[in-house]
């Protein structure tokens, strides 16, 4: 297969890539980092240097593949976050159209089906209800949960605070997912056969609360009494923002952790809920060990 993948070199894309370029297909990866095209030749892959912003170049970078995988590269720039995830959805949407590919693997979210009320999830939602506009097309939505990884952007916390926390209490419900496992689910959509526009909800853990990832996670650093602490939106915002984070993407990440503090995000993902990835909160913890060790 000739299979298009957009995200660069991140922490989906990059195995992804790997894993179909070692089955044997064609695979190109967009990047906006001219920098990146020599650690993608490295791969086997084909870099194709342009903005996700410029729907002339993603026409072309998509023409003529067999299927594409679509995600929404992060820009924290971004004057308005939500409506910067809607408008490349459409990008997307027209290049899609124009360039006539009939298959597409969606990176979303868990939360995606509420319009709102979820951050930068619901930009998320927006680009789903675009995709389902185009006719003719076969499109899969994995909606991944929480990322294992976002908690290494906690590790100062950790270490100089002894605590983990959000704007959402020690016992609320999360549902985690590693990275690798959606790589690894993204390269089974594309290779399988799909048709319609559905969803395919991806997790690896959907039983620990907020408390148990603090319990773990300190256990893996050596600090094993380490407490799960809510904070107030106001304290979450100024956390953020005084850790560097702009106001506006700040306000986002609080707004997606009340819908997590009251259950909402999770609600039609327990509906559906798919078969567990093999990686583990243990597993992850010997990662964050290691990251906070380094």
Same mark, same amino acid.
């Given at each position: 297969m000739k299979i298009t993948l957009t995200g660069s070199? %991140?922490?989906?894309?990059?195995?992804?890539?790997?894993?179909?370029?070692?089955?044997?297909?064609?695979?190109?990866?967009?990047?906006? #980092?001219?920098? !990146?095209?020599?650690?993608?030749?490295?791969?086997?892959?084909?870099?194709?240097?342009? #903005?996700? $912003?410029?729907?002339?170049?993603?026409? $072309?970078?998509?023409? @003529?593949a067999d299927a594409?995988? =679509?995600?929404?590269?992060?820009?924290?720039?971004?004057? !308005?976050?939500?409506?910067?995830?809607?408008?490349?959805?459409?990008?997307?949407?027209?290049?899609?159209?124009?360039? %006539?590919?009939?298959?597409?693997?969606?990176?979303s979210s868990i939360g995606a089906d509420l319009p709102d009320?979820?951050?930068?999830?619901?930009? *998320?939602?927006?680009?789903? #209800?675009?995709?389902?506009?185009?006719? @003719?097309?076969?499109?899969?939505h994995l909606r991944a949960g929480y990322f294992f990884i976002n908690f290494l952007s906690n590790i100062d916390m950790v270490k100089h605070a002894n605590? *983990?926390?959000?704007?959402? @209490?020690?016992?609320a419900k999360l549902v985690l997912v590693h990275p !690798?496992?959606?790589?690894?689910?993204?390269?089974?959509?594309?290779?399988?056969?799909?048709? @319609?526009?559905? /969803?395919?909800? /991806?997790?690896?853990d959907d039983q620990s609360i907020a408390a148990d990832v603090a319990k773990t *996670?300190?256990?893996a650093v050596g600090k094993p009494e380490l407490p799960w602490i809510e904070f107030s939106d106001e304290e979450a915002l100024n956390g953020m923002t005084g850790a560097g984070l702009p106001e506006e993407i700040a306000k986002n990440y609080v707004e997606? %952790?009340?819908?997590?503090?009251? #259950?909402?995000?999770? =609600?039609?993902?327990?509906?559906n809920r798919p078969v567990l990835g093999s990686i583990t909160l243990q597993d992850f913890a010997a990662e964050f060990a290691a990251a906070y060790n380094s």
């Open positions: 070199l %991140g922490n989906i894309t990059k195995p992804l890539a790997e894993t179909l370029l070692a089955k044997g297909h064609e695979v190109k990866i967009i990047s906006s #980092n001219p920098g !990146r095209a020599e650690a993608i030749k490295a791969l086997g892959a084909i870099p194709l240097i342009g #903005n996700v $912003a410029d729907i002339t170049f993603l026409t $072309a970078a998509f023409t @003529g594409i995988y =679509t995600m929404v590269p992060p820009d924290f720039s971004a004057p !308005r976050f939500k409506a910067y995830i809607s408008e490349i959805g459409k990008n997307y949407a027209v290049a899609i159209q124009q360039s %006539g590919v009939k298959k597409v693997v969606n990176l009320g979820t951050g930068p999830i619901a930009g *998320l939602h927006q680009v789903e #209800n675009t995709f389902a506009q185009l006719d @003719g097309v076969a499109i899969k605590i *983990l926390g959000s704007n959402f @209490g020690a016992d !690798r496992h959606i790589a690894k689910v993204a390269a089974e959509t594309l290779e399988g056969e799909f048709i @319609g526009k559905s /969803v395919l909800y /991806v997790a690896n *996670l300190g256990a997606m %952790g009340d819908a997590i503090r009251s #259950n909402r995000l999770f =609600t039609d993902y327990y509906k």
